[in-house]
């Protein structure tokens, strides 16, 4: 099914090939950066690095039957959601619990209560 979908793979490889210039431009940058603007340049690169995991893995997935199914619960991703995120590799609902047990588990930890008691 969604395997033949050329368009999302596309859409990866130009995705990845995107992070890769902005990482390797930000690389370049860094020997003529101050101390400060370095520093946001490499929170920067982490962030782009981790998108350009994402991209990598859903490219390597994308030739497997896993691409287009969750990774918590294994049923597809809507499809939808796939045109709007190719790497997407939590459908909509799992996302949303994942996302709301992180906000329970910061809102523990700024609290300090358990995030586990309601
Ligand atoms: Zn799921």
Redesign the pocket.
Known sequence: MLTTDIGIRQRLERERNRLQTVITRLRNQDSELGPTDREHNQALEMNLQRSLAQVEQALLSFDSAAYGL?D??R?PIDPERLRAMPYAT??L??KESQERTGNRRRAAAMTGSPGWSN
């Open positions: 969750c918590a619960c049923l939590l459908c609902a799992c």
